[in-house]
């Protein structure tokens, strides 16, 4: 490892960038038996003529495409560091299979069950699974990749992964990692190795501007040519990693560090830094933000993996690894470009963007480590072809991963690596994350809102053995559940779980929309605050303040609807804002919406408008799988009770209601508005519910609209606080599993995508 501790030789007084010496081994001095180095080299794959190649076991080579996915292995009520057994890697392994995939890419060290049941499918297998380890680490403090705690921490990962990857390594039990013994070599199925995770740019510019100036940096086996600070950090950690495996193991494979378009090596003129945009706004006279002092923008740094080469000591060679979606960043979509470019089923930017990127690389195999849609139920960030952040049912997802992953194919690369196989109830997504409190109990609740939670193929939802409630204009799994309100024919019930409230309303008759419309108003703080008034009508009186309204008139015009006071402008919380529920008489109630997308100005004063969503509307289906009609999105269905009477049901997520944690019943309603602390919420001891049946003699909210009855009845021209529906709170949630209808589209697009690369054009 002697390239590790040679200077840069930068010139004036600057510091040279080089690594700490490397403590001792931990994997060495306390290994689970004696290692053994073999006495040939272990080369199972390598990079060669822009693509990657696996050994044929007699010499020779061949190409080989990644239909690669990621897996995240945090199970409903888990942090990402509480993995699963070992039943559960068999099972998910198989099933990767059958899928068709032939890639699994970890991000972290997973506990030994992942490695065993890896090694004994593949010892089992006629087609093994490959896999892509990767070696994780977080921000170093101060931006300061040479801080000699944090060097060695992340030396001491490369070691691990290494002695991990050949069944050679004891790692003792630290708080968020992986540790026990790990006996299980899965080196000759390991197809390659991907240092770190996304950087921020922010972090890149201020460790480039500790260290200006750029020069070229030579290791034992890789080197780069005028590279900056970063970049020559990265060349050393694939440096201290290729010599570790290789003086331990005697072993290679390609490797190369996680990159996204945020850093690409690309200019795009539409993608303003921060400080460039606040120039251009202050020369048109607008108004300008005040700056942020790390501004994490998406086209001020670069890393370039064509500045790399390997020495004649590599063997296995590089390859550039980017995680690259359809939607983010912004250039993606407004670059003009890619505008004009187009894929299999038309015009697609994602495809204009993919020719790009590998048309740079022009000798390095790029591979497209993380792409894929998820099917949640608002879009987190536009896209113009609909391959949105969010969104999409489960059919367009499968749809449109397929389509990525041929996009993928036929711009060249080395492969795709889909994102992701199970969806994880911890994640979050920068929409959802303020209203996802506290934080150390997201994993106990599910998010239909957020984006991040619902990528996999594999779905987990609440409840033990299937739905709680089965939205299908069915009643029949009402019948369990008690009537919280109850009069002449006319009832209303209520169920929580740990993904969304269910409302039942059972009518004299079948409702008719062109009628009638009916409301259900929710008081979900206390009775004093929030609006005394029901929306759209006159009178009477509530004497519970209200903070929602749910409305239920036909298939366009059913939704839910907030309290003007308690609204959260465009689902952005501002800073001073008072977000508590506040008591009013106004009766005026709004659509919540969602802003995906800022406007933005271009580096050449183009200027682009912002994206703004409409997110109350509740969306007409069946969640029934086994009917024709099946809709992953659908909300709320009518129909029939078993006694004929008319029937209505709904799913309502927490967070468009501003519930922060069902699990403990908390909202949002933040005591400490007044200190311009942290956004916070509180302990709701429940929820109360007013129904109402309105004339739809005119459009709602063209005019006062006739009342024709409440529950509770008003009396007195007030309608009385009704009772407290409340649930139990929980620490561990209740799930069950199943395929989502984008697995098995998913499938059919593997099955058809050719086993070897296509060459760059």
């Known amino acids: 490892m002697i390239g590790l501790a040679l200077s840069l030789g930068l010139p004036g007084g600057e510091a040279p960038l080089s690594a700490a010496p490397a403590p001792p081994s931990r994997l060495q001095a306390n290994p689970p038996h004696p290692v053994t180095r073999p006495s040939q080299p272990l080369i199972p794959a390598r ?9 044929d076991g007699a010499g020779g080579w061949h190409p080989f495409y990644v239909k690669g996915v990621n897996l995240g292995a945090a199970i409903p009520g888990r942090h990402p560091s509480e993995f699963p057994d070992r039943a559960t890697y068999d099972g998910w392994i198989r099933e990767m299979a059958e899928a068709g995939f032939n890639t699994i890419r970890v991000y972290t060290i997973h506990p030994p069950a992942f490695y065993e049941a890896l090694r004994a ?30 060097l060695a921490a992340w030396h001491r990962e490369m070691r691990d992964v290494a002695g991990v990857l050949h069944g050679q390594a004891r790692i003792p039990a630290r708080p968020g990692h992986a540790s026990g013994t790990f006996g299980a070599d899965v080196s000759p199925w390991t197809l390659a190795v991907i240092l770190g995770r996304e950087w921020e740019s922010s972090s890149v510019v201020a460790f480039n501007r500790q260290h200006s100036r750029t020069s070229t940096w030579t290791g034992r086996f890789v080197t780069v040519r005028e590279g900056h600070a970063m970049e020559r950090f990265l060349a050393q950690s694939l440096d201290y990693f290729l010599a570790e495996e290789w003086d331990r193991f005697q072993a290679q494979r390609p490797i190369a560090f996680t990159n996204w378009p945020t850093l690409d090596p690309l200019f795009h003129i539409t993608e303003s830094t921060e400080q460039e945009e606040r120039a251009l706004r202050q020369k048109l006279g607008m108004a300008a933000e005040a700056p942020n002092p790390e501004p994490d923008d998406e086209d001020a740094a670069s890393l370039d ?13 590089l390859f550039a690894s980017y995680h690259a979606y359809p939607y983010y960043p912004d250039f993606m979509n407004l670059d003009p470009g890619y505008a004009q470019a187009r894929d299999h089923l038309g015009p697609s930017h994602y495809s204009g963007y993919l020719a790009d990127l590998v048309r740079h690389h022009a000798r390095h195999p790029v591979l497209i480590a993380e792409f894929g849609v998820p099917s949640s139920r608002i879009v987190a960030h536009w896209q113009p072809q609909g391959l949105t952040h969010g969104g999409q049912g489960e059919r367009e997802q499968g749809e449109q991963d397929a389509r990525l992953q041929q996009d993928i194919y036929d711009a060249g690369c080395a492969g795709g690596v889909l994102f992701a196989w199970i969806d994880e109830w911890f994640k979050k997504n920068w929409l959802t994350l303020p209203f996802e409190r506290p934080f150390e109990r997201k994993p106990l609740w599910y998010n239909a809102m957020d984006a991040e939670e619902n990528y996999g193929l594999i779905a987990y939802r609440p409840g033990a053995k299937g739905p709680s409630i089965l939205i299908d204009g069915k009643a029949d799994d009402w019948a369990r559940i008690p009537a919280y309100l109850e009069a002449d024919g006319l009832s209303l019930k209520a169920v929580a779980d740990e993904g969304w409230l269910h409302l039942g309303l059972f009518l004299p008759r079948p409702a008719d929309f062109t009628k009638e419309a009916i409301l259900v108003g929710l008081d979900t703080v206390d009775t004093r605050r929030g609006d005394h008034r029901l929306p759209w009508v006159a009178s009477p009186r509530s004497e519970a303040g209200l903070e929602f309204a749910v409305l239920f008139q036909g298939p366009d015009h059913t939704g839910v609807f907030v309290d003007a006071p308690y609204a959260v402008p465009d689902y952005r919380p501002l800073p001073h804002h008072r977000y508590q529920s506040v008591a009013n008489e106004a009766g005026r109630f709004l659509m919540p919406t969602a802003k995906s997308n800022h406007p933005r100005i271009g580096r050449d004063g183009t200027r682009f408008p912002g994206h703004t969503t409409e997110i109350g509307w509740l969306r007409q289906g069946t969640q029934d799988r086994a009917d024709p009609a099946f809709d992953s999105r659908a909300e709320w269905q009518a129909g029939r009770a078993p006694d004929g009477r008319g029937f209505i049901e709904a799913r309502i997520p927490w967070t468009l209601i501003q519930v922060t944690d069902p699990s403990q019943r908390m909202v949002l309603d933040d005591p400490g508005w007044k200190t311009g602390g942290p956004l916070e919420s509180s302990k709701t001891p429940g929820f109360r519910f007013v129904l109402a049946i309105v004339d739809a003699d005119k459009p709602l909210g063209e005019g006062p609209s006739t009342l024709r009855l409440t529950l509770p009845a008003a009396v007195r021209g007030a309608i009385p606080v009704p009772p407290l529906y409340t649930w139990r709170a929980w620490n561990r949630p209740t799930f069950h599993r199943f395929r989502k ?8 697009a ?4 050719p086993d070897e690369p296509r060459l760059p054009r």
């Open 47 to 55: 990079a060669h003529d822009r693509r990657l190649e696996v050994a």
């Open 121 to 150: 499918y593949n010892l089992g297998a006629r087609k093994p699974m490959r896999l892509i380890h990767g070696v994780w680490t977080e921000l170093p403090p101060r931006h300061d990749f040479l801080d000699p705690a944090w």
């Open 305 to 317: 993996m064509e500045k790399f080469e390997g020495t004649s000591q590599l063997r296995a060679g």
């Open 741 to 748: 209808l984008s697995f098995s589209i998913y499938q059919k």
């Open 750 to 753: 593997l099955a058809a995508t």
